[in-house]
C-alpha cells in the first residue's frame, strides 16, 4: 500500500496544514487510474463512481473517507481555489444543490474524476467554461 503513515481524515475545521500523506503521491495514484470506467455506485478500478474514486484513491493511503460526496464534504479542512494543492479534494453542484460531484486534485488548476459524462476517469481543468461555475468548494483531509 502507498503511503507509510495513516489517518482517518478530519471533520470540519480542524487539524493542521501538514498531511500524514504525500499529496502529490496521491495524486499520482488518481491519476494513474486515468480511463477507468464509470460505474454508478463503483468503488474499484473494474468502475468507480465519483465519490468511489476518491473514497478508493485515499484508501490506499490509509485514509477512510465516507462514501457519500455529501458527507465526504463534511471533511478536512475548507482550502480556497487559490490554494488548491495535489490531493485537495474539490466539489461542484451539478445535478443538485449542494455538494454533487467530487475529484481530486492534481495540480494547476487541473483535477482527476469519473463523470458520468465522459464514461471513463479523466483529467479536466477547474477553469472549463463548464466546472467553473459549478465549483462549490474545495477541502484538505489531513
Keep these: 500500500m502507498p503511503g507509510s503513515q495513516g489517518s482517518q481524515g478530519s471533520r470540519g475545521s480542524e487539524g493542521g496544514s501538514s498531511r500524514a500523506f504525500d499529496g ?7 491519476l494513474s ?8 455506485g463503483g468503488s474499484d478500478p473494474a468502475g468507480f463512481d465519483c465519490s468511489g474514486f476518491t473514497l478508493y484513491v485515499f484508501a490506499q493511503y490509509g485514509v477512510s473517507l ?5 458527507e465526504q464534504y463534511q471533511w478536512g479542512k475548507s482550502v480556497k481555489p487559490e490554494e488548491l494543492t495535489a490531493g485537495d479534494l474539490i466539489f461542484f453542484t451539478t445535478t443538485e444543490p449542494g455538494a454533487s460531484h467530487v475529484a481530486i486534485a492534481v495540480g494547476g488548476d487541473e483535477f482527476v474524476h469519473a463523470p458520468s459524462s465522459a464514461g471513463v476517469v479523466r483529467v479536466e481543468h477547474l477553469s472549463s467554461k463548464y466546472w467553473a461555475p459549478r465549483f462549490l468548494g474545495a477541502k484538505r483531509v489531513n
Excluded at 24 to 30: I, P, S, V
Design 33 to 40: 487510474l486515468r480511463g477507468a470506467p464509470y460505474r454508478n
Design 66 to 70: 465516507p462514501r457519500d460526496v455529501r
Design 24 to 30: 502529490y503521491a496521491l495524486a499520482g495514484t488518481a
